[in-house]
């Protein structure tokens, strides 16, 4: 097989990496459209071993931005950045993959799949290493930077104090491009190195449109959903917290099989997602002031 | 005289059935000597010694021939001590101590214990059905077992003591009638009642009970998976008869019927511990017995820690969950033991456990965690119609009311099981739509579309609805098997 190569200095080498004080000489690809390179992207990056509300925003946001047309980078690694892939692909959106090994590599193996569907969905696996090339631990930080410099902005989901996701968050600072780190809670190890991002300046994320607007951007425009009145109660239950269905059935007082269907048409409509039995609205719902 | 022959009959348990063992034995002249022939395994060679000792203990005479037992058909291998009590009624027989033809109306059964006592031995009703198929209306067996026998339609004729059983034959005897069985009086069921909150996984029960789904209950551990899924047998619609009589069968020949409950009434429940073999889980042996698989017949199968159960133990469950049989193939033939139960199983969300525990924080690397759930094959977990994490709340708060009893779960789950069978709710067009957007929307496999499909329609005759509604599938929706249990990191 072979894969296609942009050289530093030649046609088609994207602008926005040649930034970096140390450029990587070549860039390998696999996938056709070199031309999304080119494209605003943001980088969306954290933990491997997240919890559920970081799978669950990291979807969130892949997807909201790249239905808006934003392509997403991040590093095909387990956890945050492959739900930020799903979260693209879901929106049938374009999503670039950045490894840390030989362009011909899958790492980790298990994500062979997400990466053919990355590069069917018109997007792209790219690498600074020639096939055969193995995966090190020593060259991940060195993808990091590759990640930081394709976009105009990194996003860092979740991570502890010495995640790799905070290196790359190092890189963008150097190139002087936004951080934004999602907050989480305070007693939470997993948010402890995302929450100093943010004291150290990073611009908290409370939403896709504060990327949007950072991007200039608009905004993504939603219309507004049409629910049933138990739908809309649920939903806002799940605005003031994420809820197990029993929490839900308490709060609201409806019976377990309502909230069931309520909390599926919510999935549905795209409004609430599930993970590990605890529902979450998907974005802060807009109320009447 | 050259030699004298008696027989007895008896029967022998081939897997769930019982066939007809003609005890013959045979007095001759000649060095007193005691042997027993026809495949006879080491228990039944051990009659031997049981029936001398038993016989002399009757104050009866050993007669001292040379004695050679018989049991044909001599190619059927024969297990287990009930033979006892026939060989010794046989050599009683043709020592010429009992009638012959007295003897020869009667099917024997029973272990002897060496001051001659009789001991019940497994497998009672089926002996006394295979009887009764033979044409024989009257069984000796011992008291225990009399009630058991009962069922089967034959005379069961219990005695307590061989001396007894000879007395009885000489016409000496009046054997004692059969008490009716009294009510069952065992430990009551656990009931609903106690459960306080858990709203949604008493949902799912009701569901499993009302259509006999299978139940997938995950969450961390310490919120109460195994407390609920205790409870399902409650409200599980009452046995028939020919359902009651089917599982005393199965577990009066794996020796599990209670002492004193000769039928089993109430739907079965068994929870094997995940160490058990994977022949004790779906059954097995030299001389086939039913499985634990089998014991829940019409019942409730737990299995109590899914992810700790070996891969293969698991993989054989598949089979009788598609068939609701257990095929088991032997040399001597393929034995097929029912096995149509509903299958719950718990697991928790990772190894360690403290996943979707909010005050625990999960140890687990992200390859641990895909193993643990690999080990649940898509295949296996394809048959879980019925999907409920069960996380632990947030807050502190109580955790709600204590809920509806058993009793008026059971009632509407009674009814909504008449609907199913009578006439199940159609699924409506508006109904589809849902199903359709979520296809699209969830990525809901063909697979997951039928099992989907199958709770919409019990949820709608749980509600009476005339028709599947759209938030009858909405609900069906919402028990589907969710990524997190598939494989995903």
């Known amino acids: 097989m072979t894969y296609g190569v942009l050289r530093r200095g030649g046609a088609g080498y994207p602008p926005l990496l040649a930034q970096l004080h140390d450029p990587p000489p070549r860039l390998y690809l696999r996938g056709e459209q070199a031309g999304v390179l080119e494209r ?95 995966p090190a631990p020593w060259r991940f930080p060195a993808r990091n930077r590759v990640i930081a410099g394709l976009a105009l902005a990194t996003v860092v989901v979740e991570a502890r104090e010495r995640s790799g996701a905070l290196i790359t968050a190092d890189f963008a600072l150097e190139l002087g491009r936004d951080v934004f780190a999602v907050p989480g809670e305070i007693t939470a190890a997993l948010s402890s190195g995302t929450n100093r991002l943010i004291r150290q300046g990073a611009a908290p994320l409370l939403g896709p449109d504060d990327v949007f607007s950072a991007l200039g951007l608009a905004p993504a425009r939603r219309p507004p959903a049409d629910l049933t009145d138990v739908a809309a109660r649920v939903l806002n239950v799940l605005a003031d917290a994420p809820s197990g269905q029993d929490e839900v059935v308490r709060a609201t007082g409806l019976a377990a099989s309502a909230v069931a269907a309520a909390l599926v048409e919510l999935e549905l409509a795209g409004l609430a997602a599930e993970a590990e039995g605890v529902h979450r609205a998907t974005r802060v719902p807009e109320r009447a002031a | 005289m050259e030699g004298v022959l008696a027989r007895a009959t008896t029967h022998a348990l081939v897997g769930l059935e019982a066939r007809s063992i003609e005890v013959e034995a045979h007095l001759q002249r000649g060095v007193p000597a005691f042997a027993i022939v026809g495949l006879p395994d080491k228990g039944v060679q051990e009659a031997k010694e049981r029936v001398r000792s038993g016989i002399a203990s009757a104050e009866l005479e050993w007669p001292m021939r040379r004695i050679t037992v018989n049991l044909a058909p001599a190619d059927l291998r024969k297990e287990g001590s009930g033979f006892d009590l026939p060989i010794a009624l046989a050599i009683l027989a043709a020592s010429q101590q009992i009638p012959f033809d007295t003897l020869a109306e009667h099917a024997a059964l029973g272990e002897l214990a060496l001051d001659g006592r009789i001991r019940p031995v497994p497998g009672a009703i089926v002996a006394a059905e295979a009887a009764r198929r033979v044409g024989l209306r009257k069984l000796l067996c ?164 899914l992810g700790e159960f070996p891969r293969p133990s698991l993989e054989a469950l598949r089979q009788p969950l598609e068939d609701g049989s257990v095929a088991i193939a032997r040399i001597g033939g393929r034995h097929v033991f029912p096995a149509r139960f509903v299958l719950v ?57 204590g809920g509806e009893p058993s009793s008026a779960v059971a009632e509407r789950v009674v009814a909504a099981d008449v609907r199913l069978r009578d006439r199940p709710p159609p699924i409506g067009e508006p109904s589809r739509v849902v199903l359709a957007r979520a296809i699209d929307a969830l990525g809901l496999s063909a697979r997951g579309h039928a099992r989907v499909s199958r709770v919409a329609v019990t949820i709608g005759a749980l509600a009476g609805a005339h028709e599947v509604e759209p938030e009858h599938m909405a609900e069906a929706l919402s028990y589907r098997s969710p990524s997190e249990l598939a494989v995903a990191a």
């Open chain 1, 40 to 134: 605003p992207a943001v980088a969306v990056v954290g933990a491997r071993s997240c919890s559920a509300y970081g799978a669950h925003v990291a979807r969130t946001l892949g997807r909201e931005l790249a239905g808006e047309g934003v392509v997403v980078v991040s590093g095909l690694a387990r956890g945050v950045d492959a739900e930020a892939h799903r979260g693209a692909l879901d929106s049938g959106g374009t999503t670039v993959a950045v490894l840390g090994c030989g362009i011909d590599r899958d790492y980790p193996a298990r994500h062979a799949e997400l990466a053919r569907r990355i590069v069917a969905g018109g997007g792209l696996v790219v690498s600074e290493y020639e096939a055969g090339v193995e």
């Open chain 2, 142 to 305: 011992a008291a225990e077992s009399a009630p058991e026998a009962a069922l089967a339609g034959v005379e069961p004729i219990p005695v307590r003591h061989l001396a007894e059983a000879g007395a009885y034959l000489r016409g000496r005897h009046e054997p004692e009638p059969v008490a009716e069985p009294p009510p069952y009086a065992g430990p009551p069921l656990p009931d609903l009642r106690e459960v306080r909150g858990q709203e949604r996984a008493r949902r799912a029960l009701e569901i499993a009970a009302a259509g006999r789904h299978n139940l997938l209950l995950g969450g961390p551990p310490g919120t109460g998976k195994t407390m609920l899924a205790r409870r399902l047998p409650g409200i599980l619609p009452p046995l028939t008869r020919a359902e009651a009589l089917e599982v005393t069968r199965i577990h009066s020949v794996a020796g599990a019927l209670p002492a004193g409950q000769p039928l089993v009434e109430h739907p079965p429940f068994r929870a094997p511990h995940h160490t058990a073999s994977t022949p004790a889980i779906v059954g097995g042996g030299p001389g086939p017995r039913p499985g634990e698989a089998t014991l829940a017949h019409c019942g409730v199968l737990l299995l109590d820690e």
């Open chain 2, 345 to 401: 199983g718990t697991m928790n969300l990772c190894p360690c456990g403290a996943r979707g525990d909010p005050a625990a924080e999960c140890s687990c690397s992200p390859g641990r965690i895909a193993a643990y759930r690999e080990k649940l094959s898509r295949a296996l977990l394809d048959r879980f119609d019925l999907v409920v994490t069960v996380p632990r709340a947030r807050s502190r708060e109580v955790a709600g009311a």
